[in-house]
T-cell receptor
Framework: SQQGEEDPQALSIQEGENATMNCSYK?????LQWYRQNSGRGLVHLIL?????REKHSGRLRVTLDTSKKSSSLLITASRAADTASYFC????????????FGAGTQVVVTP | ETGVTQSPTHLIKTRGQQVTLRCSSQ?????VSWYQQALGQGPQFIFQ???????GRGNFPPRFSGLQFPNYSSELNVNALELDDSALYLC???????????FGQGTRLTVV
């Protein structure tokens, strides 16, 4: 079973709208990372948030982490057509040092 | 561009054959991880190398093996290929096993 599970599986929005996706996980983590993947190509690293952090920002991206609920969210503000991609969360856990576990991803489509 | 390069980009092999995939890590990175991504799924951790030693392995059979060289580049070898081995194989490098990982563009392997 996968450690991280993204929700929703798919999201369709218009340019300018915000996109929010969530990631839930099962065991204690050291950190959580969000990645973007375009059309089955390599993954692009977006943000890493550590277990002692609650929120991080990077440009139009905002990531939150709630370790009590074992969940994280990724918010993309003012979305653009170029944000169309699959988004994955990956967790680094305390019992599997260095082994990141990915969820199945959220597929985001931004229409002009 | 992440500085992580993989070769080849595409490969078609016959069931039962052996394959070697290659990865050049980003300059200064001593950790390389390999992932398998089936169509429509998230990446699954195969194994990780840290300073030329295996540092963690996922649920993959022994016919999946690897190497890391003194310059921190890496190889993934798969013996006795099966149809289910068809996937995108991703390599990621980082400056440490628990730090943010940067991915190459992947090698798409098709087994026929």
């Amino acid at each position: 079973s996968q450690q991280g599970e993204e929700d929703p599986q798919a999201l369709s929005i218009q340019e300018g709208e915000n996109a929010t996706m969530n990631c839930s996980y099962k065991t204690s983590i050291n950190n959580l990372q969000w990645y973007r993947q375009n059309s089955g190509r390599g993954l692009v690293h977006l943000i890493l948030i550590r277990s002692n952090e609650r929120e991080k920002h990077s440009g139009r991206l905002r990531v939150t982490l709630d370790t009590s609920k074992k969940s994280s969210s990724l918010l993309i503000t003012a979305s653009r057509a170029a944000d169309t991609a699959s988004y994955f969360c990956a967790t680094g856990t305390t019992d599997s040092w260095g082994k990141f576990q990915f969820g199945a991803g959220t597929q985001v489509v931004v229409t002009p | 561009e992440t500085g992580v390069t993989q070769s080849p980009t595409h490969l078609i092999k016959t069931r039962g054959q052996q394959v070697t995939l290659r990865c050049s890590s980003q300059s200064g990175h001593n950790t390389v991880s390999w992932y398998q991504q089936a169509l429509g799924q998230g990446p699954q951790f195969i194994f990780q190398y840290y300073r030329e030693e295996e540092n963690g392995r996922g649920n993959f059979p022994p016919r999946f093996s690897g190497l890391q060289f003194p310059n921190y580049s890496s190889e993934l070898n798969v013996n006795a290929l099966e149809l289910d081995d068809s996937a995108l194989y991703l390599c990621a490098s980082s400056t440490g096993p628990e730090l943010e990982a940067f991915f190459g563009q992947g090698t798409r392997l098709t087994v026929v």
